[in-house]
């Protein structure tokens, strides 16, 4: 990463937790309540879900695709965990990797069928979508499934440190998206197909195991997510994180990744995630209604892409 790449990096950062802080101290101004250490423990145990979606997410977006099957996947994956602990009497810890396995295998059909039938990763994830609800409910008979204090565990908060190993276990996988996004061949080969596809394939790269890879990762984060969902409820639930395909692309978006392909950062994504958790649960401790935290959420993705589409066209003139 060169000085000017760096400074950027440094002024992005800047400004999203300039963005948090903000919103800190109006929702602190309007509520007596929000500024206290149970509202942030309690927003940093609700969020192990979509931050390791925005993680998966983050990687699809800078290959230039999109992923709007993330939650009927995670929805699939602890239905399958929900089987296996609760009809199958499993141990939680031998359900865990077919949990996860569940949604790396979604993943590796969205990868599969988007790039090597080059058909839209829009189309296709939308497909999806619809696969992984069904099974869902084919895997649940459409019930929601108790699974109980087996996997309560992994949802609440670690005896002396409040925080619950759902989150810790969010954090270490955006440590390791970062890495894996700055600092390894397989980040910086998708950051240049994302960029130029064309121009990849000319230099002698074969583009599709990257692409491909991606969506596997997007699966695999949406399997884990899976099991903390299933942590913080008790229940393997057909109906679990509808609409969270939105939130993590929101998240994505706010914290810069480009819905354009060739730009995105795993940590922003996270800063993305504690903005949009925190306006909620702000709104929420205000007394905003349900359909107007809709609105303003809305609004807030719609000027993020806004910012967005302006960088990118600032860039190509730059360019």
């Not at 400004?15 to 948090?20: A, C, S």
């Not at 087996?150 to 908060?157: C, H, K, L, M, T």
């Amino acid at each position: 990463m060169n000085p000017s790449q760096s400074y950027r990096t440094v002024i992005q950062y800047a400004g999203l937790v300039g963005v948090l802080i903000v919103l800190v101290a109006v929702f602190s101004l309007m509520s007596e309540n929000f500024f206290q250490a149970g509202t942030f423990v309690s927003i940093a145990n609700q969020i192990p879900d979509l931050t390791l979606v925005a993680v998966g997410m983050t990687l699809v977006l800078v290959v230039g695709g999109i992923d709007l099957s993330v939650g009927s996947i995670l929805a699939f994956s602890s239905a399958v965990l929900g089987a296996l602990v609760v009809d199958w009497n499993w141990s939680l810890w031998a359900s865990i990797p077919f949990c996860a396995l569940a949604g790396a295998a979604c993943g590796l059909f969205n990868g599969c069928v988007s790039v090597l039938a080059k058909i839209p990763s829009f189309i296709v994830t939308l497909g999806m979508l619809e696969i992984a609800r069904g099974g869902t409910k084919l895997v649940t008979n459409s019930q929601t499934k108790y699974i109980g204090s087996a996997v309560e565990g992994i949802g609440e908060p670690i005896a002396g440190l409040s925080l619950s190993p759902a989150f810790l276990m969010a954090i270490v996988a955006v440590i390791v998206g970062q890495f894996v996004l700055t600092r390894t061949v397989f980040g910086r080969y998708c950051i240049a197909i994302g960029t130029n596809e064309e121009a990849v394939r000319m230099s002698g790269v074969n583009a599709a195991p990257y692409s491909i890879g991606v969506f596997v990762i997007s699966g695999l984060m949406c399997g884990l997510a899976g099991l903390t969902y299933a942590s913080r409820l008790s229940t393997a639930d057909p109906n679990a994180a509808m609409g969270l395909e939105l939130s993590a692309i929101a998240a994505c978006v706010i914290g810069g990744t480009s819905l354009m392909g060739g730009r995105g950062n795993v940590i922003n994504s996270f800063l993305g995630v504690l903005i949009i958790a925190v306006l909620q649960t702000g709104l929420a401790q205000v007394g905003v209604s349900d359909p107007m935290k809709q609105i303003i959420t809305g609004t807030v993705i719609v000027v993020a892409v806004l910012l967005d589409a302006m960088r990118s066209r600032w860039g190509h003139r730059r360019g």
